[in-house]
């Protein structure tokens, strides 16, 4: 996942208000900060398929991977640090994707289908030749993440971890159709979770350019 992310921080001391940098803590000021981010991020379905293709009369098969672009999703997230050891913080991430729209004509040499599986019996569909087989699809994650944070300094980097507690939402829809008919394929996932939450953040200027490298790690043990 690739991420580019904007800042926006502000702070208060005993005599003056000005913007301080959410990783530089103070045990003489009482700071708030707001960060957003805008991440490029592409669904990676792995051993799922959209589509098969056939070659009557009983053929090989070719599955038909998924092709999800990538697109912007934002996260934000809300602080807020009374000491230099603690603080708080609230943050927001949403996914919503919807894959570009797959349709394909059946003919005498290739027929098109989908298929899914559900929990009781797996279920299939075909386009007989001169039919358009059309399929769309779509994913829409969210998370909220209420945490304590604590700073660490090592050397030039300073890291930020973390605990707490996620929310969690999956739903995931996949609708195919034969055009100019009634047959149809619908199947849908909802998914939500709740649970702990570890993180470890960590910022490191690059020479003296006002850049930094950036990295992060999370994990979650959410219960549905």
Request: hydrophobic letters at 45%.
């Amino acid at each position: 996942m690739l991420g580019v992310a904007l800042c926006l921080c502000a702070g208060r001391t005993a005599t003056a208000q000005t913007a301080i940098d959410p990783g530089v803590w103070t045990s003489e000021s009482e700071r708030f900060w707001v960060e957003v981010e805008f991440l490029f991020a592409r669904p990676n379905m792995k051993e799922s398929f959209q589509a098969t293709a056939t070659i009557p009369p009983a053929g090989p098969m070719a599955l038909v991977p998924f092709e999800n672009d990538f697109g912007l999703s934002p996260r934000v997230e809300l602080g807020y640090a009374a000491t230099e050891d603690i603080g708080f913080r609230a943050s927001y991430w949403h996914f919503d994707h919807n894959a570009d729209r797959y349709s394909q004509t059946s003919t005498l040499g290739t027929i098109f289908g989908a298929n899914v599986v559900s929990v009781i019996f797996p279920a299939a569909i075909a386009a007989p030749p001169g039919a358009t087989l059309s399929v769309d699809s779509a994913l829409r994650v969210q998370t909220l993440d209420l945490e304590a944070v604590v700073p660490l300094q090592v050397g030039r980097t300073s890291l930020t971890a973390s605990g707490g507690l996620q929310y969690a939402s999956l739903e995931q829809t996949y609708d195919a159709s034969v055009l100019g008919t009634p047959i149809g394929l619908n199947w849908d996932r909802d998914l939500h979770g709740i649970g702990p939450t570890l993180a470890l953040e960590a910022r490191h200027p690059l020479m003296e350019s006002g850049l930094s490298f950036v990295g992060g790690a999370r994990g979650a043990l959410l219960v549905a």
